[in-house]
Nanobody, 117 residues
Framework: QVQLVESGGGLVQAGDSLRLSCAASGRFFSTYTMGWFRQAPGKEREFVASITWNGGVTTYVGSVKGRFTISRDNAKKTVYLQMNSLNPEDTAVYYC??????????WGQGTQVTVSS
């Protein structure tokens, strides 16, 4: 089973950048599609981005396209989310997850991102 630990969140100003990291344990990390999700206060958790096992295909929700970049380093068992041009609407707890059996799961504890205007 894969265990995930997110890090890199913080308090930033609008227009700033952050890079989130998600460190994974487990033997088969390099075979999984990985994803980032976020949950803002009072809202449902939403998909942000995903990346296939070899990084060949990346997918983004429309609101972050052109601003966020998902990447991975299979040797380090880590997936990243580079977030540029942050705005207050990006404020949320960010989670990474692994896709197995067609669904995302094995959620980490999350990392808080707060963007002030």
């Amino acid at each position: 089973q894969v265990q995930l630990v997110e890090s890199g969140g913080g308090l930033v100003q609008a227009g700033d950048s952050l890079r989130l990291s998600c460190a994974a344990s487990g033997r088969f990390f390099s075979t999984y599609t990985m994803g980032w999700f976020r949950q803002a206060p009072g809202k449902e958790r939403e998909f942000v981005a995903s990346i296939t096992w070899n990084g060949g295909v990346t997918t983004y929700v429309g609101s972050v396209k052109g601003r966020f970049t998902i990447s991975r380093d299979n040797a380090k068992k880590t997936v990243y989310l580079q977030m540029n041009s942050l705005n207050p609407e990006d404020t949320a707890v960010y989670y990474c997850a692994v896709r197995t059996g067609g669904a995302f799961g094995s959620w980490g504890q999350g990392t808080q991102v707060t963007v002030s205007s």
